[in-house]
């Protein structure tokens, strides 16, 4: 018998008589303002937000608070004015050097902060992480109370990669010293679009 | 092979009063930011009920659901390996890596190969591994191991990371600001993902509905390994499954709330597919799992989702130190995990207890902890595995209690030697007068005032 038959084999042995799944549906959370709630809950983790208009106030916020005179790329056709368009075919490790990376969301949750990507918005996996500083576009719309609801969203989706992302990376290992900018982006910005 | 016993050990650690008291402080802290957190979480006590009833079934249904997590995998491109052992676990790893002439590998947080001993055995077999996760990085340079499941270096001073930092990574002799140790940390472990083949990860959760596994990360560093590697290698206790992705979402809002107060932790990375151009594997490892699911009474530790919560608030924990435990995992579900794993070896963790039921009350997927170390008591003992003077001890106990003659004359002496002879008691011989005082001897006992009184009204 290989190890595999073996353990399932123990496993199907000592494994206790059927308990039933119990009903999930139960937990909701009903927000007042579900925009408000989200970006208070980021602003507490860390994180920076600016609610605008459009895309466009984006191009100029961009100049206004990161240095440009560095390494930015972007996912988003609408920004190669202030970005470089983001090569699907690139090495991984070719963005090693990017300081800022500006990508969209499908969508963010309000009890935490975090937004939900998936490889069509990140452009590379590694790029929300690699980067110096993140900045991730999300529209009032698509935010969503708990990750109940944020599941009930993804649905089915077969993606290859998925990830939250609920903010600046960070540590405490030093003597439970907060330090934002472990081995993630030292910084994550949220542009929420009304 | 351990030779001090974990009274022995926290004695050490209590030596330095004032490093006991910081390090008390530090958890307590973080317990109070986890209560926080789930008081203001709504339906808090009814996610951990469900949380404990998903892992229920889980167990109850391991073996089909195992199947189902396999075929999904699969499906999805990733191999899938079965360990028994920790030895079975390293050689996959090692023949996976020797495929590719890999020889150097970077890793993040994983208990459960920290248990295997993977890196010692990479390492005799000329495989380079870097821990990337900050605390365990740290443990590494040092030669220790994490004291603690989450916060691995929660039990070191900032001064002394940062004179491990001037004598390794080259940093100003005496730093010790934690922002700039960690920027330098940051730097060096920045150029060992860039330049590493292989990484590895452990499991948070494996979804057996979908194919997928689930890492949760604060530094982002599971992802920085992962998504630059050609060969990407997850390594599972067979435990961790969950049966729906929706499961998710109950696991994911206790997890990071239970272990340090945050709503959820930076990153939740869900791997289904690997990239192009990218081998995955995970490596399903049983180690002891399936023998404790055949245990009644302690079965239900496998539930665990490895918060660190019952660390957090354990007296005995905080005061005595991660690493008195001598085992991979410490704290209070280390105690009822490990007596599994080595009876002998690790028959004095369950006693290492107030039996205060605190780890219970804080467990996400509420194990009777407290219960199971009780319970772990009495099966060491059957087994003949207490310590000589606990077997004494309660044998004493034992004939003491055994008529009411010896009763009564024992009473009598003791009560005559603590009002005449107190040096007798108040000594180094006698266990009960360490950091204690002798209770003061009431006059008489109180069936000699009964005696005296009953006839009044």
């Known amino acids: 018998m290989s190890g595999r038959e073996k353990i399932l084999a123990t496993v199907l042995h000592n494994q206790p008589q059927l308990t039933p799944l119990p009903d999930i549906s139960i937990f909701k959370v009903h927000n007042q303002d579900i925009v408000q709630k989200y970006i208070d809950t980021f602003i507490g983790i860390g994180g920076k937000i600016f609610s605008v208009e459009s895309i466009d106030a984006v191009k100029i916020l961009i100049p206004e608070n990161f240095d440009i005179t560095k390494r930015i790329v972007t996912t988003l056709p609408e920004l190669t004015d202030v970005a470089e368009l983001y090569s699907p075919t690139a090495d991984p490790h070719s963005f090693q050097d990017v300081e800022l990376a500006i990508i969209n969301a499908h969508f963010s949750v309000a009890e935490n902060g975090a937004v939900w990507l998936t490889e069509p918005v990140m452009g590379h996996r590694i790029l929300p992480y690699i980067c110096q500083h993140l900045a991730v576009i999300v529209s009032a719309t698509s935010i969503v109370s708990t990750m109940h609801d944020a599941y009930a969203r993804i649905g089915e989706d077969e993606y290859g990669f998925g990830a939250f992302i609920g903010g600046p990376s960070k540590t405490a290992d030093i003597e439970q010293a907060l330090v934002m900018g472990a081995h993630g982006p030292i910084t994550m910005t949220v542009f929420i679009i009304k | ?65 195992l199947l189902q997590f396999e ?122 993902f860039l330049t590493r083949r292989a990484a590895l990860t452990g499991v948070n959760f494996g979804v057996a509905e979908t194919g997928e596994y689930i890492v949760c990360t604060n530094e982002g560093n599971a992802d920085m390994g992962a998504h630059l590697s050609e060969v990407q290698i997850a390594s599972m206790g067979i435990e961790k499954l969950i049966p729906q992705k929706k499961h998710l979402g109950v696991f994911l809002r206790l997890l990071a709330r239970s272990a340090t107060g945050q709503p959820i932790t930076i990153y939740s990375s869900h791997f289904r597919k690997p990239r192009p151009k990218q081998e995955m594997h995970l490596i399903l490892v049983d180690a002891g799992r399936s023998r404790q699911l055949g245990l009644v009474d302690f079965r239900d530790s496998l539930k665990c989702i490895k918060c660190g919560g019952c660390m957090n608030t354990c007296p005995v924990y905080r005061k005595g130190g991660g690493l008195s435990y001598h085992n991979t995992i410490t704290g209070p579900i280390g105690a009822i995990l490990a007596p599994n794993l080595d009876m002998k070896e690790h028959a004095d963790l369950p006693f290492a207890s107030t039996l205060c039921g605190s780890c219970s009350n804080v467990c996400p997927v509420k194990i009777n902890i407290h219960e199971q170390l009780y319970k772990w008591r009495q099966e060491i003992v059957k087994q003949g595995y207490a310590t000589n003077k606990k077997s004494l001890g309660i044998k004493i106990m034992s004939w003491t209690l055994s008529s009411p003659g010896t009763y009564k004359t024992t009473g009598k002496v003791g009560r005559f030697v603590l009002k005449h002879l107190p040096f007798v008691l108040n000594n180094k011989i006698n266990p009960w007068y360490k950091q204690r005082d002798m209770p003061q001897a009431p006059k008489e006992s109180f069936d000699e005032w009964y005696a005296k009184n009953k006839d009044k009204s």
């Open chain 2, 71 to 192: 075929s999904n995998l699969q499906k999805n491109g990733i191999k899938v390996h079965w360990a028994e052992d920790a030895a079975e676990h390293n050689e996959i790893v090692y023949s996976i890596l020797k495929e590719k002439n890999i020889t150097q590998m970077v890793k993040s947080k994983s208990m459960l190969t920290e248990q295997c001993h993977l890196n010692e055995y990479l390492e005799e077999r000329g495989i380079d591994v870097i821990n990337s996760d900050l605390g365990e990085y740290i443990q590494q340079l040092d030669k220790e191991p994490p004291s603690h499941i989450v916060l691995p270096c929660i039990h070191k001073r900032k001064e002394e990371i940062g004179e491990l930092f001037h004598e390794y990574l080259g940093t100003e002799k005496g730093l010790s600001d934690p922002t700039l140790l960690t920027r330098a940390a940051r730097k060096h472990l920045r150029n060992v």
């Open chain 2, 1 to 65: 092979m351990n030779t001090k016993e974990h009274a022995t050990l926290a004695e050490d650690f209590n030596k330095d009063e004032e490093r006991v008291n910081w390090h008390d402080g530090s958890l307590w802290w973080i317990r109070q930011k986890r209560d926080k957190i789930a008081n203001q979480t709504p339906q808090w006590e009814e996610l951990r009920e469900a949380a404990s009833a998903i892992k229920s079934n889980v167990l109850s249904n391991l073996h089909d659901y």
